[in-house]
């Protein structure tokens, strides 16, 4: 299966930046890279990376297509602007933004509405791993959108695994406990997960990306922090591109 790294640059950059990347960033064959920049800067950088090869996702979108929602973007002018992915439920709008399961499922089928991929996130923060809980809660969190949007919407579905632990805490998961996640993933989605993408996300650098991608269930990767660095995030697909499921080992 060809390799998916989704860089999540946050509420980071500018157009000096955006230039910057598209200049130093030279992406290796054999690996499919998706950009998601703040919704400010996606037709700047879908301008920048003409010809690429790269595509482009949100961080996150509204639920409704158009109307009097103040501040709010759609998913249906994401993919008017470019962008062919949308960033579902990142626990960073979980947490800060107040989305709940069910605001997430809603903003999931918005997503597939518009005829964008979503990339769906999930995972357990500290509490829930330590109390032995982590795969329940990421069932959970499965189940929701499975109920909302219909099981088959999971079936060719990007599910990125980020442990809320290891969200620029520096602290990855083991590449044990990434892949022993990514396998209940996958078994929890329809027809064993074969169509579905499982990337793994939560302080992905060059330095760990070859242990993380050389687990039989890690499709590829979802960048924050390392992503900003074009060298770095080079690095990391480098990585991907030589991982035993990219070159078929
Ligand atoms: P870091 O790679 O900075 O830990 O962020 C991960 C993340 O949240 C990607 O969506």
Known sequence: MTPLLVANWKMHGDKDFVARFARAWRAPPG?????????????????????????FGVQTTASEPSGAFTG???????????????????????????????????????AGRAGLTPILCVGENRTERL??????????????VARAAGPDALRDAVIAYEPVWAIGTGETATPAQAQSMHAAIRGALPNGGRAARVLYGGSVKAANAARIFAEPDVDGALVGGASLDANEFAAICLAAMASPSATGA
């Open 72 to 110: 709010e973007n759609a998913a249906e002018m994401a993919r008017d602007l470019g962008a062919a992915f949308a960033v579902v439920g990142h626990s960073e709008r979980r947490q800060m933004f107040g989305e709940t399961d069910a605001v997430v499922a809603k903003k999931f089928r918005a």
């Open 31 to 55: 690996v499919d890279v998706v950009i998601c920049p703040s919704w400010g800067y996606l037709d700047c950088a879908v301008s920048a990376f003409a010809g690429r090869g790269v595509r």
């Open 131 to 144: 109390a032995g809980n982590a795969e329940q809660v990421v069932r959970g969190q499965l189940d929701a």
